[in-house]
C-alpha cells in the first residue's frame, strides 16, 4: 500500500510540474524578442514595399524602350500614322457595321436619318453630325444616305436595314 501511495503521490507531483511548466516559459519570456520580431517583419514589409516600386519602373522602362523602338521603326518605314498601317479595307471595314434604319423630316427643319450601329445603338442624325470619329453623314436625301470615311476621304452609301 505505501508503494501505491508513493507511486500515485510521485505521478501527482509530475502532473503538477508539467502544467506549471508552460507557464513558467511564458513568465520568463523576453519582450525583446517580440520587439525584434516586429522590427524584422516591418523591414520586410518596407523591402517588399521597395521591391514592388522597383518592379514598376522596370515596367514602366521596358514600355518606354518599346515606344522608343516602334517610333523609330514607323520612321523608317515613312509611317506617319498609325491608320496608315492598314490598307483601305481594313480601314473602312467600320462603315459595314452601320445600317440606316429610316429618313424623316420634321417641318421645316433638315432631313434627319435613324441609323443603327452594330453593338453600340441608334443614333438621329443630320447632315454634317459625326457618327463616329472617324464617319460622318454628308447628305441625307428621301432614303439614301452618304457617309463619308475622314481619314481616307472615301465615300458610302449605307447599307438600308430591311425590317
Do not use: H
Request: glycine fraction near 6%; aromatic fraction near 8%.
Amino acid at each position: 500500500m505505501k508503494r501505491l501511495y508513493l507511486l500515485f503521490s510521485l505521478l501527482f507531483f509530475m502532473s503538477i510540474n508539467s502544467w506549471g511548466a508552460p507557464s513558467i516559459v511564458k513568465t520568463n519570456s523576453n519582450p525583446d524578442k517580440k520587439n525584434n520580431l516586429n522590427s524584422l517583419n516591418s523591414k520586410d514589409k518596407t523591402l517588399q514595399k521597395e521591391l514592388e516600386e522597383f518592379e514598376e519602373i522596370q515596367r514602366e522602362s521596358e514600355y518606354l524602350k518599346i515606344l522608343i523602338k516602334n517610333k523609330n521603326l514607323m520612321k523608317e518605314l515613312g509611317i506617319k500614322d498609325r491608320d496608315d498601317i492598314f490598307d483601305k479595307e481594313n480601314r473602312d471595314r467600320e462603315i459595314k457595321d452601320i445600317y440606316l434604319v429610316s429618313t424623316f423630316k420634321e417641318g421645316i427643319g433638315p432631313e434627319k436619318a435613324t441609323i443603327l450601329i452594330a453593338g453600340k445603338g441608334m443614333k438621329i442624325l443630320k447632315k454634317g453630325d459625326l457618327i463616329t470619329r472617324k464617319i460622318e453623314v454628308t447628305s441625307i436625301k428621301k432614303g439614301d444616305v452618304k457617309v463619308t470615311f475622314l481619314p481616307s476621304g472615301n465615300s458610302y452609301d449605307l447599307n438600308c436595314l430591311n425590317y
